[in-house]
């Protein structure tokens, strides 16, 4: 009985044995398949930023180009750093104010004969609120008042500006060529008043005698204080009469900076701190003693040229033009100042203490009692001298 028990559970497990391994089997298979599906699995896409199991730190991508900048705006954070250079302003036609960095001459005029405000006693320049500096009655530029037709008539030009009130860029350089410009193409004044900014106020002078001045006067006078500030502006004033005499005669003088003269269209006077701008040659001239402060290591300042002979006929019809031009302002100091007589040729004049010629100032109607505050060479005033007096 035992024998047979034992060879039954023999018989029973042998049996049984191929479904255990049958289980085993299916369970190693399902196990293989798990592991492999865990160990190949397909990776995701492949991360560039990492080598094997280190992590390299790789830069980000770049970012898209931003547009061009505008102005000095920032550029991106992420964007090298760069240095922007902004572009250049451009002028506009409209109202601007004029800009101050002009170029400044300091050998013309030393520092110390310059004073920042109001000049101290002394320094020859006439203080912008004496008598015969303003506008109107009593201007060394002028009076608003006619003289009954048979005076000086000026107007008044703004070179650094455009009748809409737009900078030029004006400078002392292009004022010189300019000049050249208007005296070579016959003295078009009409192509000025429409490529400059011209008064609206007309003055009318006796005479041209102007003693050295700020240059913010010469707007003053004619009404532009505040629109025009000083240099690189112009007054051209004319003259007609008839000629009370035949004779020889000269105007000299000098302008700071340009005084050009003509008389019935040709030129006989170009005097002034810049080289002639006609072609005018300078030659008899009477130096600047007369200079209460003279300006050191240029005796030519101030200094009286003689012009070309002209000859009148009485009862010639004569038309006189002058020119009146300030350049450098100076940083707004700048001076000018005009002085123009009328000479006989051949005429031998008196000289003061220091040897300067006492000339007569042309003055179209007698006025014996002409004075002029401040710097300027001496001059005479006689009734006899006048274009319209006694002669």
């Given at each position: 009985?035992?024998?047979?028990?034992?060879q039954?559970q023999?018989?029973?497990?042998?049996?049984?044995?191929?479904?255990?391994v049958?289980?085993?089997?299916?369970?190693l298979?399902i196990?293989v398949l798990f592991a492999?599906?865990v160990?190949?699995?397909?990776?995701?896409?492949?991360?560039?930023s990492?080598f094997?199991?280190?992590?390299i730190?790789?830069?980000?991508?770049?970012p898209?180009?931003?547009?061009?900048?505008?102005?000095g705006e920032?550029r991106?954070?992420?964007?090298p750093?760069?240095?922007?250079?902004?572009?250049?302003?451009?002028?506009?036609?409209i109202s601007?104010?004029?800009?101050?960095?002009?170029?400044?001459?300091?050998?013309?005029?030393?520092?110390?004969?310059?004073p920042?405000?109001?000049p101290?006693?002394?320094?020859g320049?006439?203080?912008?609120g004496?008598?015969?500096?303003?506008?109107?009655?009593?201007?060394?530029?002028g009076?608003?008042?006619?003289?009954g037709?048979?005076?000086?008539?000026g107007?008044?030009?703004?070179?650094?500006?455009?009748?809409?009130?737009?900078?030029t860029?004006?400078?002392?350089?292009k004022?010189q060529?300019l000049?050249?410009?208007?005296?070579?193409?016959?003295?078009?004044?009409?192509?000025?008043?429409?490529?400059?900014?011209?008064?609206?106020?007309q003055l009318?002078?006796?005479?041209?005698m102007?003693?050295?001045r700020f240059?913010?006067d010469?707007p003053?006078?004619y009404?532009?204080?505040?629109?025009?500030?000083?240099?690189?502006?112009?007054?051209?004033y004319h003259?007609?009469?008839?000629?009370t005499?035949?004779g020889?005669?000269?105007?000299a003088?000098?302008?700071d900076?340009f005084?050009?003269?003509?008389?019935n269209?040709?030129?006989?006077?170009d005097s002034?701190?810049?080289p002639p701008?006609?072609?005018?040659s300078?030659?008899?001239i009477?130096?600047?003693?007369?200079?209460?402060h003279?300006?050191?290591g240029?005796?030519e300042?101030c200094?009286?040229v003689?012009?070309?002979?002209?000859?009148?006929?009485?009862g010639?019809?004569?038309?006189?033009?002058?020119?009146l031009g300030d350049?450098?302002p100076a940083?707004?100091?700048?001076?000018c100042?005009y002085?123009?007589?009328?000479?006989r040729?051949?005429q031998d004049?008196a000289k003061?203490?220091?040897?300067?010629?006492?000339?007569p100032?042309l003055?179209?109607q007698?006025n014996?009692?002409?004075?002029r505050?401040?710097d300027?060479?001496?001059?005479t005033?006689?009734?006899?001298?006048?274009l319209?007096?006694?002669?």
């Open positions: 009985m035992p024998k047979n028990n034992a039954q023999r018989s029973n497990f042998l049996s049984r044995a191929p479904y255990a049958a289980a085993i089997l299916l369970h298979i196990f492999t599906y160990m190949f699995k397909a990776p995701a896409e492949r991360d560039t990492t094997g199991q280190v992590k730190a790789l830069p980000p991508p770049p898209p180009a931003p547009p061009a900048p505008s102005g920032a991106a954070a992420l964007e750093a760069l240095t922007v250079v902004p572009p250049p302003t451009v002028e506009t036609a601007a104010p004029v800009p101050t960095t002009f170029t400044v001459n300091a050998s013309k005029i030393p520092m110390p004969n310059l920042a405000l109001a101290p006693q002394g320094t320049l006439a203080d912008a004496a008598s015969g500096s303003g506008q109107g009655v009593g201007s060394v530029f009076s608003s008042g006619s003289t037709g048979n005076g000086f008539a107007y008044f030009y703004d070179l650094k500006q455009t009748p809409d009130h737009a900078p860029g004006m400078d002392a350089d004022e060529v000049l050249k410009r208007f005296f070579s193409e016959g003295w078009n004044e009409e192509d000025w008043s429409k490529r400059f900014l011209k008064g609206t106020t009318f002078a006796n005479e041209l102007v003693p050295l240059s913010s010469g003053k006078a009404g532009l204080d505040g629109i025009c500030k000083p240099g690189y502006w112009c007054a051209i003259l007609t009469f008839t000629a005499q035949s020889d005669f000269r105007v003088g000098y302008g900076d005084l050009i003269v003509r008389v269209g040709s030129i006989v006077l002034g701190w810049y701008v006609t072609g005018f300078r030659q008899t009477y130096p600047s003693t007369w200079l209460k003279p300006s050191p240029h005796p300042y200094q009286t003689v012009g070309t002979s002209f000859h009148l006929d009485m010639d019809s004569v038309t006189i033009d002058a020119l350049a450098d940083d707004g100091r700048g001076r100042g002085f123009l007589f009328l000479l040729d051949g004049y003061d203490t220091q040897g300067n010629p006492i000339l100032i003055q179209v007698p014996s009692n002409l004075d505050p401040g300027h060479p001496p001059f005033s006689k009734p006899e001298d006048a319209l007096g006694p002669h």
